[in-house]
């Protein structure tokens, strides 16, 4: 089992930043890629960037230059510049595990961005 929070969400004016943490606690020996997805209202999730233990990243063109994501002991990160009110979605982490004979997913509570002027 692995839990993840994430926060950092938040009201923020065009042109802004954020950033956005999420805490991975329990069987995190077994994490094999994180990332972040977004989900605005009336539409389907989407990947907005992952990263693997490598550190090999990939991103959405849509928030490629704005967005960086980044990995260290507790977690996953991404910080949000240039923020645009089409990046305005409730922001979910996701971590991918696998061990002996399974894979699993696990999601975030999520944690809304909201860019409004």
């Known amino acids: 089992q692995v839990q993840l929070v994430e926060s950092g969400g938040g009201l923020v004016q065009p042109g802004g930043s954020l950033r956005l943490s999420c805490v991975a606690s329990?069987?995190?020996?077994?994490?094999?890629?994180m990332g972040w997805y977004r989900q605005a209202p009336g539409k389907q999730r989407e990947l907005v960037a992952g990263?693997?233990?490598?550190?090999s990243t990939n991103y959405a063109d849509s928030v490629k230059v704005r967005f960086t994501i980044s990995r260290d002991n507790a977690g996953v990160n991404l910080q949000m510049n240039s923020l645009k009110p089409e990046d305005t979605a409730v922001y979910y982490c996701?971590?991918?595990?696998?061990?002996?004979?399974?894979?699993?997913?696990?999601w975030g509570q999520g944690t809304q961005v909201t860019v409004s002027s």
């Open positions: 990263i693997t233990n490598g550190g």
């Open positions: 329990g069987n995190i020996g077994s994490i094999n890629t």
């Open positions: 996701k971590a991918a595990t696998s061990g002996p004979g399974y894979r699993r997913d696990y």
